[in-house]
């Protein structure tokens, strides 16, 4: 299950998520909105005991701990269930974490995006370095072990020596993550950083990076396995698992996606709408789709190529797996282990290249 928090203090330059800065004073109506969501679904019969729960946004960590509880406590799950909660530096708090703690949470993910002030600054971040080992320090003290940060690479002002620095700030906290994600910067339209082409990144830096990334990671025990997540052994993320995999989840909320069985349906994404859909019938369900046989096999290996798992060397047809052998011209972007093919470092820089080498969409397969 995934549940949208759509609150910031305020909103970064290169993001493009439902989120508002000027809503704080409709915190208790969303939680209530979100809780009416979620006793229409069960009316319906349409939830399941959730194996994962990830509170995202936006920032989650602003509706406090009291509300971010009754939310949690509203969502059935199964023994031993990830509970994830999106956390800013700045607004991770003792009293929150111990709120959070004592509701169930599990795991935390800290947008920490950089551990150099100015490259903070070029991304539109506010918080600073301190503020995340402050954070880091108050992860030890209430007990929880399984936490993530999260980085983007590529921003405007930042050098290879910066990129190396915060990797290494990073690894240096304590305790240390135990998951790491890095995001290349992506340009979204109508947010502040599309319209400053000035500062829009580059490909190139951002593919050296991405190396520079992967041994730093690696060194320190953290083992790929997405192309954008690392992980020490058992901490990859079950939560995002299920979405690569193709599996079925549940988001409420504003804008949240939901999956099903190949039906893929949405939430109105502005938040008044959503609160004044869900008060009129529990739902605020915007659009859907359905995937057919052969386009769910293929968005299934799509996914499942992004990760160390690969895809079975019969998902290609005998020409185009000739191109991806030894010898062949896209033999460096992936490598055999046993049946499987499975995406080598410059194959992941190069992951779209792969992808298009995939069975067409008139060939059903199976993705296992």
Same mark, same amino acid.
Not at 91 to 99: H, I, P
Not at 261 to 288: F, I, K, P, Q
């Given at each position: 299950?995934?549940?949208?928090?759509?609150?910031?203090?305020?909103?970064?330059?290169?993001?493009?998520?439902?989120?508002?800065?000027?809503?704080?004073?409709?915190?208790?109506?969303?939680?209530?909105?979100?809780?009416?969501?979620?006793?229409?679904?069960?009316?319906?019969?349409?939830?399941?005991?959730?194996? +994962?729960?990830?509170?995202?946004?936006?920032?989650? +960590?602003?509706?406090?701990?009291? @509300?971010?509880? @009754?939310?949690?406590?509203?969502v059935d799950r199964v023994e031993g269930a990830?509970?994830?909660?999106?956390?800013?530096?700045?607004?991770?708090?003792?009293?929150?974490?111990?709120?959070?703690?004592?509701?169930?949470?599990?795991?935390? +993910?800290?947008?920490?995006?950089?551990?150099?002030?100015?490259?903070?600054?070029?991304?539109?971040?506010?918080?600073?370095?301190?503020?995340?080992?402050?954070?880091?320090?108050?992860?030890?003290?209430?007990?929880?072990?399984?936490?993530?940060?999260?980085?983007?690479?590529?921003?405007?002002?930042?050098?290879?020596?910066?990129?190396?620095?915060?990797?290494?700030?990073?690894?240096?906290?304590?305790?240390?993550?135990?998951?790491?994600?890095?995001?290349?910067?992506?340009?979204?339209?109508?947010?502040?950083?599309?319209?400053? &082409?000035? @500062?829009? &990144?580059?490909?190139?830096?951002?593919?050296? @990076?991405?190396?520079?990334?992967?041994?730093?990671?690696?060194?320190?025990?953290?083992?790929?396995?997405?192309? +954008?997540?690392?992980?020490?052994?058992?901490?990859?993320?079950?939560?995002?698992?299920?979405?690569?995999?193709?599996?079925?989840?549940?988001?409420?909320?504003?804008?949240?996606?939901?999956?099903?069985?190949?039906?893929?349906?949405?939430?109105?994404?502005?938040?008044?709408?959503?609160?004044?859909?869900?008060?009129?019938?529990?739902?605020?369900?915007?659009?859907?789709?359905?995937?057919?046989?052969?386009?769910?096999?293929?968005?299934?290996?799509?996914?499942?190529?992004?990760?160390?798992?690969?895809?079975?060397?019969?998902?290609? &047809?005998?020409?185009?797996?000739?191109?991806?052998?030894?010898?062949?011209?896209?033999?460096?972007?992936?490598?055999?282990?046993?049946?499987?093919?499975?995406?080598?470092?410059?194959?992941?820089?190069?992951?779209?290249v792969v992808a298009g080498d995939l069975l067409?969409?008139?060939?059903?397969?199976?993705?296992?």
């Amino acid at each position: 299950m995934y549940l949208h928090v759509p609150f910031c203090t305020s909103r970064c330059d290169y993001c493009a998520f439902a989120t508002w800065t000027d809503r704080h004073h409709l915190h208790d109506t969303y939680v209530d909105a979100v809780l009416a969501e979620l006793a229409a679904a069960a009316a319906r019969g349409a939830l399941r005991p959730a194996t +994962s729960v990830f509170f995202g946004g936006g920032t989650p +960590s602003l509706l406090g701990g009291r @509300r971010l509880a @009754r939310l949690l406590d509203a969502v059935d799950r199964v023994e031993g269930a990830e509970v994830t909660v999106e956390c800013n530096p700045e607004t991770t708090t003792a009293e929150l974490l111990d709120a959070l703690v004592e509701a169930g949470v599990t795991r935390l +993910s800290l947008g920490v995006q950089s551990m150099v002030p100015h490259v903070l600054r070029g991304l539109g971040r506010h918080h600073r370095p301190d503020q995340v080992r402050r954070a880091v320090d108050r992860l030890g003290a209430a007990g929880i072990e399984r936490y993530s940060v999260d980085l983007i690479y590529g921003g405007f002002g930042e050098q290879d020596a910066d990129w190396v620095a915060t990797l290494d700030a990073v690894l240096a906290l304590d305790p240390a993550p135990t998951h790491l994600s890095a995001y290349a910067l992506t340009v979204e339209p109508g947010t502040p950083l599309w319209r400053d &082409p000035a @500062r829009h &990144p580059d490909d190139d830096v951002q593919a050296r @990076r991405y190396e520079l990334a992967d041994d730093l990671l690696a060194a320190a025990g953290l083992d790929w396995y997405e192309v +954008s997540n690392w992980a020490r052994p058992g901490h990859a993320c079950r939560h995002n698992r299920t979405y690569w995999q193709q599996g079925d989840y549940l988001g409420v909320g504003c804008a949240a996606h939901s999956h099903r069985s190949g039906r893929r349906w949405w939430n109105v994404r502005h938040l008044d709408r959503y609160l004044e859909a869900v008060a009129r019938g529990g739902t605020a369900v915007a659009g859907e789709e359905r995937l057919g046989p052969d386009e769910a096999a293929l968005e299934a290996l799509q996914l499942a190529l992004r990760t160390r798992d690969g895809v079975p060397d019969h998902a290609f &047809p005998p020409d185009r797996l000739a191109r991806l052998e030894d010898g062949g011209p896209l033999g460096p972007l992936v490598e055999r282990h046993g049946r499987r093919l499975v995406l080598t470092r410059r194959g992941r820089l190069l992951c779209n290249v792969v992808a298009g080498d995939l069975l067409p969409r008139t060939l059903t397969i199976s993705a296992g």
